[in-house]
């Protein structure tokens, strides 16, 4: 089992409609090119997260390939500009990474 690189980003309610026009645009971005990690996408229900919560996470075989794929979106400019859309209508972000609770 491998290792889970997650970003939460939390939305301004108001502004749904847009932000998640926004992520539609990240996700074809992803599709479209091979090199970018292919993540899936969650918006909370019920729990801990409200519902103007978005999460992204993807699995890696090792730590060093997740941080592999968060130095990856920190530095290519084609994720940089869809970034630069979208964070007028975020309130707050968080990077994670998860390691199986038995390694």
């Excluded at 990690?37 to 519902?51: E, F, L, M, T, V």
């Excluded at 103007?52 to 996470?57: D, G, Q, S």
């Excluded at 993807?58 to 290519?76: G, M, N, R, V, Y």
Aim: glycine residues 4%.
């Amino acid at each position: 089992m491998g290792y889970k690189l997650r970003y939460v980003q939390i939305f301004k309610q108001e502004k749904a409609k847009q932000y998640l026009e926004i992520e539609k645009q990240f996700e074809k971005y992803e599709l479209g090119n091979p090199e970018v990690p292919k993540g899936k996408r969650y918006i909370p229900c019920s729990g801990r997260d409200a519902s103007n919560t978005l999460i992204w996470e993807c699995d890696f075989p090792s730590l060093e390939e997740a941080q592999k794929a968060q130095a990856f979106f920190l530095t290519d400019s084609r994720h940089e500009d869809l970034f630069q859309l979208q964070s007028e209508y975020i309130v707050a972000t968080f990077t994670e990474i998860y390691r199986p609770f038995d390694s």
